[in-house]
């Protein structure tokens, strides 16, 4: 796991300039740094090293391939790398690697095999490789989105990084913020790839290869794996064993994933919760592993929250080497105020907090950590799924024009309607007049999705908002356009994709991932594995979700390990107590940033607004996400503004 930066173009001095951005991650790689620069073409690559496999000097980077053609800054893991170390000789390709890093034979299958090598790789990337004869960088990023990978021009340089950070440390950055983001981030807690809070910079997207020859102005994209395509493949060609078929082919997956992710040179071990995933990924460890793996769990004062009486259940009964940590609400508030220095651009997610505490205290005695991070996005976790299809799956079966109209008279609709509007909300089990309105409207499944995961209409936030609320649709980009949009003909389905495609690389994996490296630890996710994923969209959606149970399938495996009796119970999931928070021990934080906000100052936000939400909260004690959206926003554009 490390960091890595370049820029193609000539600056006062690039090795200064490229050991500045560098300096920015050292948290990410504190091992080891290395830069390149090509007199040439001016072509910079910078690289900062957490030492995972090959420890020695030899698997240090940037490297560059035995012909010399070739030079590569990455970041990650690739899991299958002795297979491809063992083919690359077996063809004659290498007579003999100097090294043991999984670096060296990734630099040596792409000199073999050329982009196209990427492939086969099974892994979490995010590579910059420079063809030195074609004069060409090559910037490609894994399949789920596991690391991050910013690009963009700066000072009319192309640039990118593993943190938007080393990008605002460049000499004379000016990007402006990117208003589409801000309405973004009010409205879904995150900034949606390939956005980025600054104009001029985005996100690659995963599974794509972003290509740019000299002289570096005009990159090309290609796609070499798509969550589109594999959704819609699965569909189209289902699996067709029976469930009991079905949780032993996923067993022998999981089991493959888990096995290639647990090879490491440095101590290893795993997160465990009380729930299904991280149980699962943990009893596959210990089935493969010869001594008692290390398990880490994080408990909590509040029994209504705490799930870690049950995970050390789940330890005992597995056999692991289980530490549990309690923390007190103080702890998790000392965090708050760090959050802007974790992430370089807003997140609103309260899990950021206990996420943090758990990767440093997991820190203290290992270097790499497995998660169940992505069961619920692949196998149908989200009670938000279930809701959906009961508020929404009853209007949609009415033909849209006749929605659309029902929805306009809604809105005009007088206070005598009330009554019978409040029936019909009833009857789709929806809460308010407002939000029926809206589902009537929508023409797509995508819209109604958006209604009930975001939390407020960034129209009503911005001092200056755009004509189109949804960022996510900003882009000049026809293709990703069309992919946001994708109907897989199954509510539930459609769902799963945009949580994959949305939710879970823009929040899950970006809160895992800042989390780890914040304190230099390095987070594997087998369920992120690509066959696991192409597998878990081939299932029938039964299979995943039925009767009320979700990720069926993963219970049903999980029970070959651990007793049902540790099992079967209801789910204590960990929340945050922001509204006690904000009103009593971060009150006068938050007034603070309230009544001084600089995002209102700058003509961002809306002054009326703002002031609106925060009076509401401390008279009724709601519109806490709200606020803490706004809070974040304005905590996070303060730290930009300060350090």
Request: charged letters at 25%; glycine letters at 6%.
């Amino acid at each position: 796991m490390c960091g890595i930066a370049g820029f193609c173009g000539r600056t006062k001095d690039n090795l200064a300039e490229i050991k500045k951005m560098c300096d920015q991650i050292i948290f990410r790689g504190p091992d080891a740094e290395g830069y390149w620069l090509d007199e040439n073409t001016n072509v910079t690559l910078g690289h900062r090293r957490l030492s995972i496999l090959d420890l020695s000097e030899n698997g240090s980077q940037p490297m560059v391939s035995a012909s010399g053609r070739f030079v590569i800054a990455y970041n990650g893991e690739i899991y299958n790398f002795q297979t491809m170390k063992d083919k690359l000789l077996a063809e004659g390709y290498v007579t003999r690697f100097r090294s043991t890093s999984d670096t060296e034979v990734l630099l040596e299958a792409f000199e073999a095999y050329g982009l196209d090598a990427i492939k086969s790789l099974k892994g979490m990337f995010a590579i910059a490789l420079y063809d030195r004869q074609e004069k060409t960088l090559h910037l490609m990023r894994d399949r789920a989105g596991e690391k991050p990978l910013y690009y963009g021009m700066v000072n009319g340089m192309f640039v990118f990084a593993s943190d938007l950070a080393c990008l605002t440390a460049m000499e004379g950055f000016n990007n402006q913020i990117n208003r589409a983001s801000l309405e973004a981030f009010v409205r879904y807690k995150c900034i949606p790839q390939p956005l980025t809070i600054y104009e001029h910079i985005y996100k690659l997207i995963p599974g794509q290869i972003l290509s740019l020859a000299a002289p570096f102005q005009a990159p090309t994209f290609t796609t070499y794996w798509s969550m589109a395509e594999t959704a819609i493949n699965g569909m189209k060609k289902p699996f067709t064993g029976t469930e009991e078929e079905a949780r032993e082919e996923l067993k022998h997956l999981l089991t493959d994933a888990v096995k290639g992710q647990m090879i490491s040179d440095v101590p290893i071990g795993a997160y465990l919760s009380g729930g299904i995933d991280s149980p699962l990924v943990v009893s596959i460890m210990q089935s493969i592993s010869t001594s008692p793996v290390k398990t880490f769990t994080i408990g909590f004062e509040d029994k209504e929250c705490n799930e870690a009486e049950f995970a050390k259940d789940i330890a005992k009964h597995l056999g692991t080497q289980h530490t549990e940590l309690y923390i007190s609400e103080k702890e998790l508030k000392e965090v708050v105020p760090l959050l802007p220095s974790l992430y370089s651009e807003p997140l609103a997610d309260p899990a950021c907090l206990p996420t943090y505490l758990l990767s440093k205290m997991a820190k203290q005695d290992v270097t790499v950590t497995l998660s169940g991070d992505g069961g619920d996005e692949l196998f149908c976790g989200y009670t938000i799924y279930n809701e959906l299809e009961t508020r929404y799956g009853k209007i949609h079966k009415i033909p849209y024009p006749i929605r659309n109209l029902g929805g306009l008279l809604i809105q005009k609709s007088p206070l005598g309607m009330n009554n019978k509007l409040y029936t019909a909300a009833e009857y789709a089990q929806i809460s308010n007049i407002h939000e029926l309105h809206e589902m009537f409207r929508c023409e797509h499944d995508y819209d109604a999705y958006h209604i009930v995961k975001g939390v407020a209409n960034p129209k009503d936030y911005l001092a200056n908002p755009l004509l189109e609320a949804d960022a996510y649709l900003l882009l000049d980009m026809d293709e990703y356009r069309a992919s946001r949009r994708l109907d897989l003909g199954d509510l539930r389905s459609s769902m799963l994709y945009r949580d994959q495609t949305g939710f879970m690389t823009d929040t899950v994996l970006n809160k895992v991932d800042r989390a780890g490296m914040a304190v230099s630890l390095e987070n594997r996710i087998p369920l992120m594995d690509k066959d696991v994923m192409e597998f878990a969209w081939s299932l029938p959606i039964s299979y995943k979700s039925s009767q009320g149970i979700n990720k069926k399938i993963l219970k049903e495996l999980l029970y070959q390990y651990v007793p049902k009796s540790l099992l079967d119970r209801p789910k204590h999931g960990f929340e945050v107590p922001l509204t006690t928070w904000l009103s009593k021990d971060l009150h006068e934080w938050a007034t603070e940033l309230i009544q001084n906000s600089y995002l209102i100052r700058d003509g961002y936000f809306s002054s009326k607004t703002v002031h609106r939400i925060w009076n509401t909260f401390n008279q009724k004690h709601n519109n806490t996400l709200q606020l803490w959206y706004i809070l974040q926003a304005e905590s996070w554009y303060r730290y930009t503004k300060h350090k």
